[in-house]
């Protein structure tokens, strides 16, 4: 009796290992990759997925090869799925780096490119980095290759490098574009990236309402904006014209980061009696001069002057990207946040769609020279 | 089969022949008739037990002097005792004693001329270090008290003697300090000792199966060595010793996980030093039976956490094998077995030829062959160098052991298998004792003033010794 149970409990055990499916494997040998995915508006108003599957090498000396693929569908999942019946096996998104989204599809909105991503749980979210493409995403993709490196890698590697220059700043992954959608009262800016002379290059950023695209700024404004929102990638580099004549003449061109010591940023929000809502924003920036291609020596005595200049050409600018933000309505530093939270009742009476076109910003950009280098 | 004492009888011939009788008649048993004083003397003794020249020096030399003197005084052996039990003269005779039986006298003589073959004192091949003494335990147990004795000249040392097994019997000494050692763990190791009922005792494994607190488990309970300054240690740390005559194996305990991870080397070695190679030993333990299993749920459950560039590696090297991650790592797993069990029972030269055949043979050839995957090659050499690198051969066996039914927890469960298997090994663990210690100290219990001298190894000076239990005990 004893050994039969014993028998018994045997054979369970074998029958454990041999018998049971393990039903949620996946073997790597198994997956098709897809390391970058772009989202476009197709002609017919589908959804249009082109994706990058990257294809084992098939020896150890070469290295793995991608594939293009385009699908439409009327949903991103639907078009996935009409992707898994054009490529060969499973296609997995598990460990994709770049998502982008076409300026047709971004300004209907992102809601419907990112809810599904961000809501499978076997899909990183944290670290795959959202773009907005300038025209059709998908032509990006089917660059396929940039020189020898594929176009996901590519992408990767150019965004997290326009992040550390400070152009782009902070990462935007698909998890803080998801959350900022979702969140009222701020909105976001994204990388941009479009095609000039068969090449990829960054245009800027694409300013965001809400969760539909309204506008862009160029990658100089983008640095500069960058440093106003109270961000710092590792560098904020610009070049500008200076034109001095008093004391003395300084022409030429000068570059400068302002990025080697972290801004002093003054953000205020002042809500008046009568309702009226204005902002304060002061940025004090510490410039380390990096070259001046002008004929003249630069002296210590001529610095105040720069320092001056500079910072009027800053605030300038400045005022150029402020009034950029409100025409589209990309309420980028959070006013409309700080009112739900400290003048909830205020917020309730404002139409701040309308409102925050005409807010009053009062913008200053201070620059002290602390370094100048081997330049003088 | 007898019983257990018989009286002798009157004369020499019926205690000749009933002596032959109970050996079997057999053929190395000699007889020699002599005459002393006109009596008629008769010298029982196996000779391939006795030694010769003893034999004549302190017997046949005293006997044949002419003057009479009382026999007591006679034989100059070491020992030399009456009895007139004949049971008691078979035991002695087996233990290499020469019997002298004398007509007329109601007694006969039992006379220690045992012949001795020792080998020499070598250092023990599966554990030989770097610094430190080169000696090691061989097959006779006086002789390893001996090292043990002249190491330790303290009148605190203690050896006792007990006689195991029934048919065979085999001397086993129970070794300790008496000012350190608990009390408890020495009445427990002694009443275990005395109540082994084997028939016959051939290895010091089975004294070591016979006491230990958990036959069922994987781990050792006990640590085996052949290395007298290892012994040495854990007596002036309390710990008890058992030896057996003719094992050159001293077991020791009660020990704990982590002893089986310290080697003499850590001692003469600079501590930092020590303890780098410690943590490294630490790291090797986790190594040995985890990175198979991590391996395996990684390619089968969560590619994810790879790198983006080890992702295409190991995916493209997988695609050409036919099986899943589990088969191919236990293909593996059992060449590298056969390999290793090869090895270690052929002589060395031939030994090489297996490493040649293992290495470059089957290594290279089985990738090729697509059978098993480079990344699996890596895992599985990483994880036998892992096992090999842990000083104590049980341990590094029950390590080896271990990585089986993770490795299937792993595939069927992922990272999740794995946690549940840590999770039942360390209850396991924790649970275990070892004569009343427990097994898993110092980290269960948590004893933070263990841990100097257990992951890491601090300055000696810093490792105070401990005269605070012998001084209770004294009292």
């Known amino acids: 009796m ?15 290992f041999t018998v049971s499916g393990c039903w949620d494997h996946e073997y790597l040998k198994d997956i098709n990759l897809a390391y970058s995915v772009a989202f476009d508006l197709s002609e017919d ?22 594939e293009i693929h385009h699908s439409t569908g009327l949903t991103p999942r639907n078009a996935s799925t009409n992707m898994r019946n054009i490529i060969r096996g499973n296609m997995r998104f598990i460990k994709f780096g770049v998502q982008m989204v076409g300026t047709e599809l971004a300004k209907k ?34 660059k396929k290759l940039v020189g020898e490196i594929k176009i996901g890698e590519f992408l990767q590697q150019k965004i997290r490098s326009l992040e550390r220059m400070g152009i782009f700043y902070p990462p935007e992954t698909i998890n803080s574009v998801f959350l900022a959608t979702t969140n009222p009262g701020k909105d976001f800016v994204l990388p941009y990236l479009g095609i000039e002379n068969e090449e990829v290059v960054a245009k800027g950023v694409a300013l965001f309402d809400d969760e539909y695209f309204t506008g862009t700024l160029d990658t100089n404004q983008s640095t500069l904006l960058v440093l106003m929102s109270g961000e710092m990638g590792d560098n904020a580099r610009m070049t500008r014209k200076l034109h001095i004549t008093e004391p003395y003449l300084v022409q030429g061109d000068i570059s400068f980061n302002l990025a080697k010591k972290k801004p002093k940023r003054k953000f205020k929000i002042h809500v008046h009696r009568n309702g009226e809502v204005s902002v304060d924003l002061h940025l004090k920036t510490y410039a380390v001069i990096e070259e001046f291609t002008g004929d003249q020596q630069l002296k210590v005595e001529i610095l105040p002057d720069i320092q001056k200049r500079l910072s009027e050409m800053l605030t300038e600018e400045a005022d150029s990207i402020i009034s950029t933000l409100k025409q589209s309505n ?28 005409t807010l009053q910003f009062n913008t200053t950009i201070d620059v002290e020279i602390i370094s100048t280098g081997v330049l003088i | 089969m007898n019983a257990s004492s018989q009286e002798m009888f009157d004369t020499n011939k019926q205690n000749v022949s009933f002596l032959q009788q109970a050996l079997q008649h057999s053929d190395d048993l000699l007889v020699r008739e002599i005459t002393r004083d006109g009596n008629a003397g008769v010298l029982v003794y196996i000779e391939s037990l006795t030694d010769a020249s003893q034999l004549e020096k302190h017997v046949l030399d005293p006997l ?30 087996l233990n290499g004693y020469t019997l002298y039986f004398e007509d007329g006298i109601r007694r006969f003589y039992l006379l220690e001329t045992p012949s001795h073959y020792e080998r020499s004192i070598t250092e023990p091949e ?36 007990y006689e195991l097994g029934k048919t065979t019997t085999r001397k086993a000494a129970v070794i300790y300090m008496h000012n350190q050692a608990e009390e408890e763990v020495v009445r427990k190791v002694i009443s275990r000792i005395q109540r082994i009922t084997l028939d016959h005792i051939m290895f010091t494994g089975f004294v070591q199966e016979m006491i230990e607190d958990n036959p069922y488990s994987l781990f050792p309970q006990h640590l085996m060595t052949e290395r007298p300054d290892h012994t040495n240690a854990y007596l002036m740390n309390g710990h008890v010793a058992i030896m057996l005559d003719g094992d050159p194996t001293a077991l020791i305990l009660p020990v704990s996980f982590f002893a089986f991870y310290k080697t003499p080397d850590d001692y003469n070695n600079r501590w930092m030093v020590a303890s780098f190679t410690r943590l490294t030993r630490m790291l090797s333990f986790i190594l040995a039976f985890q990175l198979p299993a991590i391996y395996i749920a990684t390619v089968s459950f969560h590619s994810s956490i790879l790198p983006l560039k080890l992702f295409f590696t190991v995916q493209g090297s997988l695609t050409r094998v036919p099986f899943p991650p589990l088969i191919e790592a236990l293909l593996l797993e059992l060449i590298f077995e056969l390999l290793r069990e090869a090895g270690l029972r052929l002589p060395s030269r031939v030994g090489q030829t297996i490493g040649i055949v293992g290495g470059l043979v089957i290594g290279d050839a089985i990738v090729k062959a697509g059978l098993v995957s480079y990344p699996m090659i890596i895992v599985v050499a990483l994880t036998a160098i892992s096992s090999f690198l842990i000083p104590s051969y049980e341990m590094g066996s029950a390590v080896r052991l271990l990585r089986f039914p993770l490795m299937i927890a792993a595939s069927l469960f992922g990272f999740l298998g794995i946690s549940f298997g840590l999770a039942i090994l360390f209850m396991h663990l924790c649970k275990l004792e070892s004569y009343g210690k427990p097994y898993f100290e110092p980290l269960a219990p948590l004893t933070l003033k263990g841990w100097k001298d257990t992951f890491v190894r601090f300055p000696v000076w810093t490792l105070r010794q401990k005269t605070k239990r012998s001084n209770t005990r004294r009292e």
Not at chain 2, 145 to 160: C, D, F, G, M
Request: glycine share 6%; hydrophobic share 35%.
């Open chain 2, 64 to 93: 044949s002097q002419s003057n009479p003197t009382e026999l007591s005084t006679l034989f100059t052996t070491i020992q030399a005792k009456e009895s007139i039990d004949l049971q008691q003269g078979i035991k002695s005779l």
């Open chain 2, 126 to 161: 599966n554990e030989s270090i770097i610094r430190g003494t080169h000696n090691g335990f061989i097959e006779s147990l006086s002789v390893n008290l001996h090292l043990i004795r002249k190491q330790v000249n303290s009148p605190e040392l203690t050896v006792r003697y």
């Open chain 1, 330 to 357: 990309c309420d980028l530093f959070g006013v409309g946040r700080h009112l739900i939270a400290y003048h909830n009742k205020l917020w309730q009476t404002k139409n701040w769609d309308e409102e925050y076109r």
């Open chain 1, 45 to 66: 108003g589908n959804i249009l997925e082109t994706v990058e599957i990257i294809v084992p090498a098939e020896s150890e000396q070469s290295s793995p090869k991608n």
């Open chain 1, 109 to 142: 909105g992102l809601k419907t490119v990112l809810d599904v991503n961000f809501r499978d749980p076997s899909n990183p979210t944290a670290d795959p980095r959202f773009v907005v493409a300038d025209g059709l995403a998908s032509d990006i993709i089917s």
């Open chain 1, 2 to 16: 004893n050994k039969l149970k014993f028998a018994q409990l045997g054979m369970l055990m074998v029958m454990l």
